[in-house]
């Protein structure tokens, strides 16, 4: 792993870093901040998965999370959304291809040698946190993320039970299987048979048994793709029909941007800090 | 005036504007966060003058400023830092020309017909502000700024007694006559002789006599620019000498960067809502 940039901000330090993936066969980027903390100490992590066209660089510009991690100590880490670079396969248009990874592991010619980012997060990048960041606490971790990263967000704790202690998503993409850009990309990473596609699916999920202990979603309502993409009411009823108790917000007048995410990162900060320092 | 977007965001609304500025002959682009607020009340005004190569954008993605103004009900203001376009003179550099304005207005050619960044700030964008945002109670501004910005908020407060009851700044340029930075800027804009850039040198102006109520700077120990061309030592022997009540803080490990200002940003919000709001 190599040290990109570290900066001091809010009282922890922002880093930047960058390894040879295993699972990408790529170069992957990644960010973490480490509030300030007493030697030994270990803190509880905190990973926020990110949205289309994304890299590690918008949250950590615009996310706002750093003045409430710091506060409740809680180590964040941003991912990349893909693998990326002249070797890897690409497509026309944003919602398929380099920036836009779905958090699977693919199984379809030309996209599985490198598009693995499932692995990538749920072992590689986990283990590496494990390795190289002392104060990272692995028994205490939580998930977050942003459409395509609420996805992620949400498919990998309900496929892993037990592993997060808090589980939240910013306006997520509830439902692949039910919108364009999941047919899309489901359809290009995992071929046509869509009972493949259920592991990538949180409705899916949950109605095939898998729970969570609770859950937090905003989602704004001036967002342009709540209605054909984000489809929230899907997962309002996947969770009340399987008793999950998920405190889903519609947030009148918010949109789809970091505007959105940054006004509500600080509560979701605190939301995981309860039960993580529980 | 013209609105290019609007966003809601922490409980206030994130606007773009932009109009025809008659002090640049430009078009100018600005943001304005007006924080939520009952019909027909108003709110006190605090404008934030960006650094060398930023528009009104860094500000308004990075800054994280909006929680503590929708805390505090405070409307914030953040102008470009120069007209830009293809009709406008430009330089090679980062620190003249476009993106470079420095909050002069110049007398040389070819830059005095657009940069007029002193009147557009004093006059006419002020005026804009108070015609436009019923909320805006412009018999109370603050103002602060960060580098090139931190400059322009300490001579635009000296050079106007009483009109602003707030005043701080994030690693401001103190003394462009004594620094590359404003070597270069004042004698393009304003010509050789230095008299005339005294009122556009906070430490002149204090030591001529211009004096402020109080102040707040931060100023990062880890910024690159410190002891070349931000010079805070100035600022505190020349505050020491005229008896200015200054709070400046040397922060250990922060840059120059919107890491350092976003760190910092609440603090210096919470410190002008004190003084605004009194």
Redesign the interface.
Known sequence: METVSQ?????GM?GVYRHRSRETGTEMTFSVFVPDHAPGATMPVLWYLSGLTCTHANVT??G?F??ACAEHGIIFIAPDTSPRGEGVPDAEGYDFGQGAGFYVDATQTPWAANFRMRSYIEDELSALIGAEFAAADMARQGITGHSMGGHGALTIALRNPGRFRSVSAFAPIVSPLNCPWGEKALGGYLGPDKNDWRQYDACSLIEDGARLPDLLVDQ?E?DNFLHEQLKTGLLVLACRKAGIPATIRMQP???H????I??FM?EHIGWHAERLKA
């Open positions: 900066t001091r901000s809010n009282g922002q510009e615009k706002e750093r003045a704004g001036a007048g918010y949109d941007s970091y505007y959105f940054s006004s600080a």
